[in-house]
């Protein structure tokens, strides 16, 4: 397996911003479609965004619609998602996966410590 390791998180108040990054223990994520989840106490794990195979299209829930940025930095082999005008309904441990049978293929794995994001007043 190869582990996916979620930093970035933190405790920020309304309307401010966080970067969150996923990136590979080993081998590169450039060709591999890659998702970001999160979940909060209580409630069901939920996909937040997601960036296909080769960098291509990406997705978005639409909680995080106009609000986050899913995007590569291959540079530094991670996946970073950008939260904007973060609300305390963001408040939630992030989790990235493999989000492609190709990637759970390629042995990436899924649901590692995750970042806590804490947004309150």
């Known amino acids: 397996q190869v582990q996916l390791v979620e930093s970035g998180g933190g405790l920020v108040q309304p309307g401010a911003s966080l970067t969150l990054s996923c990136a590979a223990s080993k081998s590169t994520l450039d060709y591999y479609a890659i998702g970001w989840f999160r979940q909060a106490p209580g409630k069901e794990r939920e996909g937040v965004s997601c960036i296909n195979g080769r960098g291509g299209n990406t997705y978005y829930a639409d909680s995080a619609k106009g609000r986050f940025t899913i995007s590569r930095d291959n540079t530094k082999n991670a996946v970073n998602l950008q939260m904007n005008r973060l609300t305390p309904e963001d408040t939630a441990v992030y989790y990235c996966?493999?989000?492609?049978?190709?990637?759970?293929?390629?042995?990436?794995?899924?649901w590692g410590q995750g970042t806590q994001v804490t947004v309150s007043s």
């Open positions: 996966a493999p989000s492609s049978g190709r990637a759970v293929r390629a042995g990436f794995a899924s």
